[in-house]
C-alpha cells in the first residue's frame, strides 16, 4: 500500500495525516484485502451455522 495513496485519501475525506500513522493504515488495509480474497475463494463460509458443544461443568450448569 502506497503513502501517497493514504495520505490522499485521508485528505479528501477531511482527515488529518499523521505520518507515524500510515504505517498502521496499510498494515490495517492490507489485512482487509487479505479477508475479501478469503471470502472470494469461500463465499458462502458465513452461511454456515457453526456447532457448538457446550460442557455443563464449564458453564456452571446447575442441577
Do not use: C, R, S
Not at 15 to 41: C, F, R, W
Not at 45 to 61: A, L, Q, R, S
Request: proline share 6%.
Amino acid at each position: 500500500m502506497d503513502a501517497t495513496f493514504i495520505k490522499t485519501g485521508l485528505e479528501h475525506q477531511g482527515y488529518p495525516v499523521y505520518e507515524d500513522d500510515i504505517p498502521y493504515i496499510a498494515d490495517m488495509l492490507n489485512l482487509i484485502h487479505q479477508q475479501e480474497a478469503l471470502l472470494e475463494n469461500f463465499p458462502y463460509v458465513n452461511f454456515e451455522v457453526p456447532i457448538t458443544v457446550f460442557d455443563k461443568g464449564v458453564i456452571g450448569w446447575q442441577n
